[in-house]
Nanobody, 126 residues
Framework: EVQLVESGGGLVQAGGSLRLSCVAS????????IGWFRQAPGKEREGNSC????????WYADSVKGRFTISSDTAKNTVYLQMNSLKPEDTAFYYC???????????????????WGEGTLVTVSS
C-alpha cells in the first residue's frame, strides 16, 4: 500500500546541480519524517537530510550542509532534495525513506525506517 518513488538522478559535472524528488503514496506526511540517504559502493548507507512537518525540524549531515536543501509539498505528497555545488564524492545511490514517530533523529542514525524507495543514481564527474 505504501510506496516511495525517487526520481531526478543522473550524470552531472562537478559544481552542477540536481533536484531529486520522492513521491509518496499511502503515507500521511504529518505522521512521518522523510529522510534522504545515500550509499556508495563498499560504504554504509547514511542519512544526509530530513524533514519533519510535525515539529518543523530539518536536519543535514555535515557533509552536505550548505549545499543541499530538503523541502516538501504536502499537497503533492512529494519531498525534494535540491543538491547544489555537487562534488564527485556525492556520487551514490540516493534513497528516500519514511519513519514514524516523525523524528529526524531516526534518519540521522539510519535507524528503523518504516518504508524505503528503490533509489536513484547520482553520478558526479570531475
Amino acid at each position: 500500500e505504501v510506496q516511495l518513488v525517487e526520481s531526478g538522478g543522473g550524470l552531472v559535472q562537478a559544481g552542477g546541480s540536481l533536484r531529486l524528488s520522492c513521491v509518496a503514496s499511502g503515507v500521511t506526511f504529518d505522521d512521518y519524517a522523510i529522510g534522504w540517504f545515500r550509499q556508495a559502493p563498499g560504504k554504509e548507507r547514511e542519512g544526509n537530510s530530513c524533514i519533519s512537518s510535525s515539529d518543523g525540524n530539518t536536519w543535514y549531515a555535515d557533509s552536505v550542509k550548505g549545499r543541499f536543501t530538503i523541502s516538501s509539498d504536502t499537497a503533492k505528497n512529494t519531498v525534494y532534495l535540491q543538491m547544489n555545488s555537487l562534488k564527485p564524492e556525492d556520487t551514490a545511490f540516493y534513497y528516500c525513506a519514511a519513519v514514524s514517530p516523525p523524528h529526524c533523529g531516526y534518519v540521522a542514525r539510519t535507524y528503523n525506517m518504516d518504508y524505503w524507495g528503490e533509489g536513484t543514481l547520482v553520478t558526479v564527474s570531475s
